[in-house]
Structures are given as structure tokens and as C-alpha cells.
């Protein structure tokens, strides 16, 4: 069974950094895309950053441009969201979401959701 947690979320100030975490369990990274996303209140849910071992960085939101990078680590088959410079619009819940298909992935649609963890950011 496919599981993946979350964690690191928290409240931080402008311009502060948090590093968020999504254990993979019941995959091997090296098989799926990982991407993050995140939704706001009242908001819908938009793609953040996506990676896979085969082809690197799969999609990145303009919002993160020098702000946010993802990595892999596999020995721990984790996936790491840095985030750096925040800001009060980066407040939401971060999903950390899976899939062998990246498109899906990319798309929005993949297979497998984390549950959230809640970033908020103070001004």
C-alpha cells in the first residue's frame, strides 16, 4: 500500500523559511513522480513543484521561481519541499502527491495525495 506523510508545516514569519517532508512508503522513488501542491482558503488547488529521478524537475509554479526547490532523497525515499522567503500568500496546505505517470502527476491528477500539512505565513 502506497502512503505518503507530510510533515514540517507551521507558522513562520515573512520572509522566513520551512522545510517540508513527504515519507514515501510502499514505493520506490526512483519509479514515480513526486510533486507538491497546495491550496488556500477559497481557493483551488495549484500545482507547486514536481520531480522524478528520471527527468528531474517536472513542473514548477511561477510563484517559486528563487524561492522554493524540491529534492529527493532516496535513501530515505523521502522528498523535501524548501521554502525559503516566505509569504503571507504562500499560506495554505501543502499536499505532497505521487504517480508512475508523471502527466498525471503534472496534470493534477495523481494517484496517490498525502494528507496536508498547513504552512502559514505572518506579515
Known amino acids: 500500500e502506497v502512503q505518503l506523510q507530510a510533515s514540517g508545516g507551521g507558522l513562520v514569519q515573512a520572509g522566513g523559511s520551512l522545510r517540508l517532508s513527504c515519507e514515501a512508503s510502499?514505493?520506490?522513488?526512483?519509479?514515480?513522480?513526486i510533486g507538491w501542491f497546495r491550496q488556500a482558503p477559497g481557493k483551488e488547488r495549484e500545482g507547486v513543484l514536481s520531480i522524478s529521478s528520471r527527468h528531474g524537475i517536472l513542473f514548477y509554479a511561477d510563484f517559486v521561481k528563487g524561492r522554493f526547490t524540491i529534492s529527493n532523497d532516496n535513501a530515505k525515499n523521502t522528498v523535501h519541499l524548501q521554502m525559503n522567503s516566505l509569504k503571507p500568500e504562500d499560506t495554505a496546505v501543502y499536499f505532497c502527491?505521487?504517480?508512475?505517470?508523471?502527466?498525471?502527476?503534472?496534470?493534477?491528477?495523481?494517484?496517490?495525495w498525502g494528507q496536508g500539512t498547513q504552512v502559514t505565513v505572518s506579515s
Open positions: 502527491a505521487a504517480d508512475t505517470d508523471a502527466n498525471r502527476l503534472v496534470l493534477g491528477y495523481p494517484n496517490y
Open positions: 510502499g514505493l520506490t522513488l526512483d519509479d514515480y513522480a
